[in-house]
């Protein structure tokens, strides 16, 4: 029952995008089409399930084992840019037209402040490997769940009548601000 709670927790309560704010730059760049929507929603979700068990080991058999906490950004951001490019080459490999799709933006999940956060979150909330695994999870079906309903919406509004003034970014952060406040009231489930 208590993976249950972290995953649904982290997965909707506690959405990292929706609730926390993490990780906006994909969110809006990449939620045009469903179909980019979905592969970095995957890709994310594969990089946020094995960061949080890399970083997990790396935190509680090096870093305190060894006494140095103060390393904790640095060695996570590495492990966070290597896992990034390891999925960066096989999506290229396997799936060139995602990897189109996605553009800069695949290579920009190594500065995305959601990954990094899910790290020192699993840290902060003293997590077990196990817990922290369905964290990472958690959040990254949180972060393909916010993707995806975005980008359906984005595909709606384009066939919608949008005013002028707000065709565009105006539009797409109105939606973003009412998909966040309808997440919050999640909040009082977990």
Known sequence: MKYLTIFISASVVNNFVLSYFLGICPFIGVSNKIDSAIGMGMAVTFVM????CISWLINHFVLIGLNLPF?????FILVIASLVQLVEMFIKKTAPALYQALGIY???ITTNCAILGLALLGVLREYTLVENL???VGAGVGFTLALIIM???REELELADVPVSLQGAGITLIT????ALSFMGFAGII
């Open 49 to 52: 399930s094995l960061t949080a």
């Open 71 to 75: 390393l904790e950004y640095a060695a």
């Open 106 to 108: 695949l290579p920009l």
């Open 134 to 136: 369905f964290f990472g």
């Open 151 to 153: 980008a359906g919406i």
């Open 176 to 179: 973003a601000g009412l998909l």
